[in-house]
């Protein structure tokens, strides 16, 4: 990726279970941002957290972040089968608007 | 909220021939476009990032005379696959900021296939 890497790669757990997938990134951020892609289409934001955030909350949704381990983590609880889909992470750098992706997770969740 | 409209959502075209694609934003002034590529189950890779009325910026390894981009208005943005061949066939995708500080608004992607 442009951007660094994540892990897993994949990742299939069972309904109910909690999904946890983390982020490593290169370079100084504004802010990182969490994607969801379902199969063949567009992007669905979810999240934002900007370079002075620690943490993050939204719904079922945590991020967190950690700058000085340039490395962030999504975790999605009590996951539902339409949480099936692909999540990337994307960095917003300083010193420009680019916005690059990691390498993504494809979660499945099992009914 | 802020849309992006892409277009075509998908396409067909033959070897040699040349596809332009859309990207709008419907309710906002988009001082800048970006435009990424995303092949089968890999991540999206930043492409070029265009200012309007300016040229765009190509990252490295992409040929800028192969994928013309033209930014002209502060609503439109478009990319041309010029001479497009089979290994152009990917997902293209574009975003449209108002600029610093704010959000970012991605289209619903165009699937070219070249043939």
């Known amino acids: 990726s442009q951007q660094g890497e994540e892990d897993p790669q994949a990742l299939s757990i069972q309904e109910g279970e909690n999904a946890t997938m983390n982020c490593s990134y290169k370079?100084?951020?504004?802010?990182l941002q969490w994607y969801r892609q379902n199969s063949g289409r567009g992007l669905v934001h979810l999240i934002l957290?900007?370079?002075?955030?620690r943490e993050k909350h939204s719904g079922r949704l945590r991020v967190t972040l950690d700058t000085s381990k340039k490395s962030s983590s999504l975790l999605i609880t009590a996951s539902r089968a339409a949480d099936t889909a692909s999540y990337f992470c994307?960095?917003?750098?300083?010193?420009?608007?680019?916005?690059?992706f990691g390498a993504g997770t494809r979660l499945t969740v099992k009914p | 909220g802020a849309v992006v409209s892409q277009h075509p959502s998908w396409v067909i075209c033959k070897s040699g021939t040349s596809v332009k694609i859309e990207c709008r934003s419907l309710?906002?002034?988009?001082?800048?476009m970006f435009w990424y590529r995303q092949f089968p189950k890999q991540s999206l890779m930043l492409m070029a990032t265009s200012n309007e009325g300016s040229k765009a910026t190509y990252e490295q390894g992409v040929e800028k005379d192969k994928f013309l981009i033209n930014h002209a208005s502060l609503t439109l943005s478009t990319l041309t696959v010029t001479s497009a061949h089979p290994e152009d066939s990917s997902f293209y995708i574009c975003?449209?900021?108002?600029?610093?500080?704010?959000?970012?608004?991605f289209g619903s992607g165009t699937r070219l296939t070249v043939v």
């Open positions: 370079t100084s951020i504004n802010n």
């Open positions: 957290i900007r370079s002075n955030e």
């Open positions: 975003s449209a900021s108002a600029g610093r500080g704010y959000g970012y608004t």
């Open positions: 309710d906002f002034q988009a001082t800048t």
């Open positions: 994307a960095t917003v750098k300083y010193n420009n608007n680019d916005m690059r």
